[in-house]
């Protein structure tokens, strides 16, 4: 066993794009010292580089068609539900903190974007933004929601999301500080062999302002700067720290309509007429905002009364215009049995013969309206440079590998290299093209460690983000499980010296049916108005 500890922080959302040149300028001294002294590099997320399957990946070493997870959302196979993925989804499947736990080492996990419900742990575990609420158990053992509380004075889950980028960077400066008191705080007091901390306050910050002024997150990222000086400072010479993000960011400003591309392409049908409540503009977002206004956000009641709305109202759009998706065929207002293809975030999904009114005959059929689907978006026209869109189309097959491949989207793709979102309402005037003011994701996050073994000064080319859990194992002395996509990096571990795979037909993976699906998942409204905040929904 080592002698010394490991310490990853996770930066959501973190980008050389910003930190190198910030760095570089004087301005990030800490980053530029890790840069100085260990190794680093861009790391490759997964495909769509969302916070979820991103963090999965990053916590198990598996891309996601061994893990199901693709998005936030599915259709479910068989039916027409969209549905939320759910901590409890991953049951089976052991962690990078379980596998070092059945090896003696204790472990402290904090705001792990995507761990809700908290698991028990040779140690502590603390959700992420997935937690709807502290009304909620967002921490195991249950008992240390006080002392979060103590440590942070206040104890935050997220970042809320204003509708002012200056509310969402004050929110977020204000955070970030809570966030790292308890970070210290546990790291002195409460030591653990392995301890992961995420700062999830950069990716919020960066929704609301790459796409005008990056200059004007400085002060955040400065304070980043400064909190991992005194995280590094409390670590021992024997400590290894790791600097990772799941995701990078840049700017996104202009948006497709997909579903209405689907529509005018004969691959999509809605039922005509609208709801009562559309017609008046009653929404949940609406009404979230008037909560807002009110300064009820934090108050139990007010959550309960959008929850129990939720079930009647729908959600309404924050980019891009029209209806959502995703309340269409909540409320039954698509013709299912004159429809192909649907698209919800992030994926095309057909209208297969196992669906409940399904047309679309597995096999040839299938595969045919997958090509026609694909090479049709390849056509699109971009709108003022003369030219095609430059638009990238997978099938699952082409991205992932695993037995849970077939509950991924029929048709995935990208836009520009990520710099043009998709838009999955239905818009009002039919058309494809519209404005956003969210910047987003991009593939490339970043990695950095320093510690005992990590050469100086390395730039390391080709990351994975499945490679970091196989990493911490190697620095661990702990077998990595031959079902692991990701490998030790061979710059930190050179030639793989004391890591060994797990090889006597041990390897573990999820105990999951590849034809069924836990119905653990979430239905908080909390949790969809987060989401639906940081652009994931529209």
Not at 238 to 259: A, I, K
Not at 298 to 303: H, K, Q
Not at 373 to 384: F, N, S, T, V
């Amino acid at each position: 066993m080592t002698t010394g500890r490991v310490v990853v922080i996770g930066i959501d959302g973190g980008t050389l794009d910003l930190i190198e040149p910030w760095a570089e300028a004087g301005h990030l001294p800490t980053f530029k010292r890790l840069m100085r002294r260990g190794c680093w590099g861009d790391l490759r997320s997964t495909f769509p580089p969302l916070t979820c399957p991103a963090w999965y990946s990053f916590s198990t070493g598996m891309n996601p068609g061994k893990l199901g997870m693709f998005n936030f959302f599915c259709l479910e196979p068989g039916s027409y539900r969209v549905r939320m993925f759910d901590y409890r989804d991953l049951d089976g499947v052991p962690e990078v903190w379980d596998l070092l736990s059945d090896h003696g080492y204790t472990c402290g996990i904090v705001n792990n974007p995507i761990a809700y419900p908290p698991r028990e742990v040779s140690g502590y575990m603390v959700a992420g933004f997935r937690a709807p609420s502290k009304r909620h158990q967002y921490a195991w053992p249950s008992e240390l929601r006080d002392r979060l509380d103590e440590i942070a004075g206040g104890y935050e889950i997220d970042v809320p999301v204003g509708s002012e980028p200056d509310q969402t960077l004050a929110a977020a400066l204000r955070v970030m500080s809570k966030r790292q008191k308890v970070f210290l705080h546990l790291l002195r007091h409460d030591p653990t062999d392995f301890f992961l901390g995420v700062f999830t306050a950069t990716d919020r910050v960066c929704h609301q302002f790459l796409n005008q002024s990056a200059e004007r997150m400085l002060p955040l990222f400065r304070q980043l700067d400064s909190n991992l000086a005194a995280i590094w400072d409390v670590l021992g010479p024997q400590d290894r720290l790791l600097v990772m993000s799941d995701h990078g960011f840049g700017p996104r400003r202009d948006g497709f309509y997909v579903n209405q591309w689907l529509i005018d392409k004969g691959y999509l049908r809605l039922r005509p007429g609208r709801e009562p409540f559309e017609r008046l503009g009653l929404t949940v977002k609406r009404l979230r905002d008037l909560r807002d206004r009110l300064g009820l956000r934090e108050y139990a009641l007010a959550a309960r009364a959008l929850g129990f709305l939720n079930r009647f109202l729908p959600f309404g759009s924050l980019e891009g215009k029209g209806q959502s998706i995703l309340d269409l065929i909540k409320r039954g207002r698509i013709d299912w049995r004159h429809t192909k293809a649907v698209a919800i975030p992030d994926g095309i999904y057909l209208n297969t013969e196992d669906r409940p009114q399904g047309i679309v005959r597995r096999g040839t059929e299938a595969q045919a309206l997958r090509a026609e689907i694909r090479e049709g978006l390849a056509q699109i026209d971009h709108p003022c440079a003369g030219r095609r869109l430059r638009v990238s189309t997978y099938t699952p097959e082409e991205l992932y590998w695993g037995p849970l491949v077939n509950r991924a989207p029929d048709v995935l793709w990208s836009i520009e290299d990520w710099s043009w979102g998709t838009i999955w309402n239905i818009p009002e005037s039919g058309g494809w093209y519209g404005k956003l003011d969210l910047a987003h994701h991009r593939p490339n996050g970043l990695f950095m460690a320093a510690g005992p073994g990590i050469p100086a000064g390395a730039r390391v080319a080709d990351v994975s983000i499945t490679d970091l859990a196989p990493t911490v194992l190697g620095w661990m002395g702990v077998p990595i499980p031959e079902d692991m996509d990701g490998r030790p990096l061979e710059k930190i571990v050179p030639g793989d010296e004391g890591v060994s795979r797990r090889s006597d037909g041990t390897a573990r993976t999820s105990t999951r049916e590849s034809d069924s699906l836990s119905s653990a998942a979430s239905e908080e409204p909390e949790v969809w108005e987060r989401l639906r905040g940081l652009g994931y929904l529209d």
